[in-house]
């Protein structure tokens, strides 16, 4: 999709995914939730940390299944550096959450990083738009699973 062919609904669910996600990471790393406690180490949010926490309670809501239903693909080198898409391997992933927060994350780096082109759906924003809704949906209800919503939300 080209900027100039975007539908301005499209770029508002767009920005409220990066504002959302950006306002998730810093809820978790407000918590406690780091990737490394080490002194001195960059302060990173600790995803893993979170799932270990919460994968035992946690249910998925209707949008984290929809999102396991029809998870965003994954961009990889393919042969001859080429760039290619894949469906996102969740088979290492042992848990519904470890599940969710990797196609959450997904949502995130294809958005932020990943090619604007060759990939199924590339171009459907209608499809684009339900990534970006449902993935939207899941950080709020991740932030209320693990009662980070004043930090989330910044509500003091």
């Not at 969710?100 to 209608?126: D, E, I, Q, Y």
Request: glycine share 6%.
């Amino acid at each position: 999709m080209r900027r100039d062919e975007i539908a301005n609904e499209l770029s508002i669910r767009a920005f409220e995914f990066f504002y959302w996600f950006s306002r998730f990471e810093f809820a978790l790393k407000e918590n406690g939730y780091l990737r490394s406690h080490d002194v001195g180490k960059k302060a990173e949010p600790g995803w893993d940390e979170f799932v270990a926490k919460w994968s035992e309670g946690y249910s998925p809501s209707r949008n984290a299944i929809e999102l396991l239903r029809a998870p965003p693909e994954t961009q990889v080198v393919g042969e001859n550096s080429q760039l290619t898409w894949r469906v996102t391997e969740l088979s290492d992933y042992r848990s519904d959450l470890a599940k969710v927060v990797r196609l959450v994350k997904t949502v995130r780096n294809n958005l932020f990083h990943g090619g604007k082109h060759g990939g199924a759906g590339w171009s459907n924003p209608s499809r684009t738009e339900s990534l970006l809704t449902n993935a939207t949906a899941v950080l709020d209800q991740l932030a209320e699973l693990a009662v980070i919503e004043a930090d989330y939300q910044k509500r003091y």
